[in-house]
C-alpha cells in the first residue's frame, strides 16, 4: 500500500516550500494554482501553499509487540532541526534551539529543559532510532495536531486562516499588526560603545557562576546598562549559527537561546538554555510597548504542527529591528527589521527582563 505524505521542506527559519510525494518519491498533482495562498518568507520571495492542509499519515512499526513510529520521519514532517550523535545514539530535536532530546534504550528524555520519563525508552532499529507512539504523544502533543489510529499516526496540518499568507510586499507592514516603541523608553537614543572586552572563557566563567538558573517566572528585573548590553550583542555579529551550540567559549557558534543567555549572562542575568523557557521569565510586554532590550518570542512557521509554540527568539534593540542568532536571511548573529510580515505574524510575545 502506498502512503502519500505531504513532506514540507525547511531552511532557515520558516523559508519553507511545500511539496505532495508518495512514498514512492513520485510527485502527485496538488491544488491547481487559484487554490493556493499567496504567503513570504524573511527574505520577502513569495511562497506557494496548498490552500488546504491534507494531513500526513505516518505508519506505525511493531516491535517487540508494540507500535513505534520512525523519530527521523515524524521530526521531518514537523519540520524540526536535529543533530545526532551516533557514539551515544541521542537525538537533540527543535526549532532554532534543542527542544528536545532522547537516546536509544534510555527511559530519561528531555523535553523544554525538563526530564521526561517515557514508559518504553526508544529502541535502534534497521539502523534509525524509534520510539513508541505512547512516548511520541507525551513528547509533541503540544507540538502537532494529531490522531493516533490502529497502523498509524495521522497529523493534521494548520487551517488555512492560520498560514502565513498576507498578500503584500515584504518591506510593508501589516495594519493592526505592526511593532512600536515605548516613547518613555530612557534607553532608545544613546549612543555608548560599550564595555571593555574581555576573554571569552573569563565571561563563561562568570555566566557559570551566576545563581543557578532561575525556574519561570522566578526572575525579577535588574537595572543593567542596555547600550551597553545592546553594544555587547553587536559585538558578535557575523557568528555562525549552530542548531544546538555548544558555550560560545568551546564552539564559536550560537544558536538563537544560546546567544540571548550568553550576553544577558555576561550581566549577571542567568537565562534557561533553551527559548520556550526563557519565554516564562520576565514580564510580558505589549508589542506596541517595546523597549530595548525586550527579548522577542516567534513561532517558526509552515509545519504540520501548532503555531503556538515558542520556536525563536531574539533581542530588540531599537528602531524595529531585532539581532539574533539564525540561520534566514544570513547564517549567524544578525540584524532584522521586525516592522515585516513575516515577523509580524509569527510573533507570539515580548519579555523584559531587565531595564
Not at 507500535?67 to 521531518?76: A, H
Not at 498560514?163 to 511593532?179: A, C, T, Y
Amino acid at each position: 500500500m502506498v502512503i502519500a505524505l505531504i513532506m514540507s521542506l525547511v531552511t532557515a527559519c520558516g523559508t519553507t516550500q511545500v511539496q505532495t510525494k508518495s512514498k514512492t518519491g513520485n510527485m502527485i498533482p496538488g491544488n491547481s494554482p487559484a487554490d493556493t495562498a499567496k504567503m513570504y518568507d524573511q527574505s520577502g520571495k513569495m511562497l506557494q501553499q496548498p490552500g488546504v492542509q491534507m494531513p500526513v499519515q505516518l505508519a506505525v512499526t511493531m516491535i517487540n509487540n508494540k507500535p513505534y513510529v520512525s523519530v527521523d520521519k515524524l521530526v521531518s514532517i514537523l519540520q524540526f532541526h536535529t543533530k545526532w550523535n551516533p557514539n551515544t545514539k541521542t537525538m537533540q530535536i527543535g526549532d532554532n534551539d534543542v527542544e528536545f532530546e532522547l537516546s536509544a534504550d534510555q527511559k530519561e528524555a528531555l523535553k523544554e529543559g525538563d526530564k521526561l520519563f517515557l514508559q518504553d525508552p526508544p529502541v535502534m532499529y534497521n539502523d534509525k532510532l524509534y520510539m513508541t507512539v505512547t512516548a511520541a504523544a507525551d513528547l509533541f502533543h503540544n507540538d502537532m495536531h494529531f490522531k493516533v489510529l490502529d497502523h498509524q499516526i495521522r497529523i493534521y496540518g494548520l487551517p488555512e486562516d492560520m498560514l502565513i499568507k498576507q498578500n503584500v510586499p515584504q518591506s510593508q507592514s501589516i495594519p493592526g499588526l505592526e511593532f512600536r516603541e515605548d516613547p518613555q523608553d530612557p534607553n532608545q537614543t544613546s549612543t555608548e560603545t560599550g564595555m571593555s572586552h574581555e576573554s571569552e572563557q573569563t565571561a563563561w566563567s562568570q555566566l557559570q557562576a551566576v545563581s543557578t538558573v532561575a525556574s519561570p517566572q522566578s526572575v525579577q528585573l535588574k537595572n543593567i546598562n542596555m547600550s551597553q548590553l545592546i553594544s555587547t550583542a553587536n559585538r558578535y555579529l557575523g557568528v555562525k549559527y549552530e542548531f544546538g551550540a555548544k558555550p560560545y567559549p568551546v564552539s564559536g557558534t550560537f544558536d538563537c537561546s544560546s546567544f540571548t543567555q550568553y550576553v544577558f549572562g555576561k550581566f549577571g542575568i542567568s537565562l534557561p538554555r533553551i527559548s520556550r523557557t526563557q519565554a516564562q521569565i520576565g514580564m510580558n510586554v505589549s508589542r506596541n510597548n517595546l523597549r530595548v532590550g525586550d527579548l522577542l518570542f516567534f513561532y517558526v512557521p509552515g509545519r504540520f504542527k501548532t503555531n503556538t509554540t515558542v520556536g525563536h527568539v531574539g533581542i530588540y534593540i531599537g528602531n524595529m529591528q531585532m539581532i539574533d542568532a539564525n540561520t534566514a536571511p544570513k547564517n549567524g548573529v544578525q540584524i532584522n527589521k521586525i516592522n515585516t510580515p513575516y515577523w509580524q505574524k509569527t510573533f507570539l510575545k515580548a519579555k523584559r527582563i531587565a531595564y
